[in-house]
């Protein structure tokens, strides 16, 4: 079992920065796949972007493509979410989660994604 809590969220302007961390717990963090997603008040949660275990395999949204970066570290069971240049449209509760690796499932789907942080707010105003 995995426990995820995520932080590093605010209000921040347009163009600014953020870091957003998620702990893990439990001795198999670094099996898991781990993704970001993001929801809008009234939209549905969207996909951000997964890393595989050893970092090898990492990939985004359109919509956050050279603004945002994935990294982990498995030996601390921390996942970060680099945000940069930042704009109101990235205003959404940021959550964590992690999947088990399975081909017939995909990375992209957050229902696919079993263990769940509660989530970090991001403000960003223009």
């Known amino acids: 079992q995995v426990q995820l809590v995520e932080s590093g969220g605010g209000l921040v302007q347009a163009g600014a920065s953020l870091k957003l961390s998620c702990a893990g717990s439990g001795r198999t963090f670094s099996m898991y796949i781990m993704g970001w997603f993001r929801q809008a008040p009234g939209k549905e949660r969207e996909f951000v972007s997964f890393i595989n275990w050893s970092g ?13 970066t994935i990294s982990r570290d498995n030996a601390k069971n921390m996942v970060w979410l680099q ?8 205003t959404a509760v940021y959550y964590c989660a992690a999947k088990i690796p399975n081909i017939d499932y995909s990375d ?3 229902r ?3 263990y769940w942080g509660r989530g970090t707010q991001v403000t960003v105003s223009s």
């Open 83 to 90: 945000m940069n240049s930042l704009k109101p449209e990235d």
């Open 56 to 68: 090898s395999s990492i990939d985004y949204a359109d919509s956050v493509k050279g603004r945002f």
């Open 112 to 114: 696919m994604y079993y």
């Open 108 to 110: 992209y789907d957050h």
